[in-house]
Nanobody, 122 residues
Framework: QVQLVESGGGVVEAGGSRRLSCAASGRSFSTYVMAWFRQAPGKEREFVARISWNGNIIDYADFVQGRFTISRDNAKNTGYLQMNSLKIEDTAVYYC???????????????WGEGTQVTVSS
């Protein structure tokens, strides 16, 4: 079992930065894929980024365009999403997810946090 708790959300001006954290409990997290998804009002949950257990494989959604960086510190059982050059359209609830083996689809992830709201203002 893995439990995930996101933090770091809030209100940020367009063009600003924000770092989200995902604190995990459970020894398995360090061997699992970790990903970030987001869901804006009225839209489906969408893939943002994922990182393999050892950080060797990292993937981003096209809309990230070099603005976000996913990372993890297995010694601290924590994952991160550094978001720079934020746009109004980045406003969403951001979720951390984890699973032994998973790709880009939310349905493939077994463990989820409750989410943290990021609001980008003009």
């Amino acid at each position: 079992q893995v439990q995930l708790v996101e933090s770091g959300g809030g209100v940020v001006e367009a063009g600003g930065s924000r770092r989200l954290s995902c604190a995990a409990s459970g020894r398995s997290f360090s061997t699992y894929v970790m990903a970030w998804f987001r869901q804006a009002p009225g839209k489906e949950r969408e893939f943002v980024a994922r990182i393999s257990w050892n950080g060797n494989i990292i993937d981003y959604a096209d809309f990230v365009q070099g603005r976000f960086t996913i990372s993890r510190d297995n010694a601290k059982n924590t994952g991160y999403l550094q978001m720079n050059s934020l746009k109004i359209e980045d406003t969403a609830v951001y979720y951390c997810a984890s699973s032994p083996h998973a790709g880009y689809a939310a349905v493939n992830y077994d463990y989820w946090g409750e989410g943290t709201q990021v609001t980008v203002s003009s």
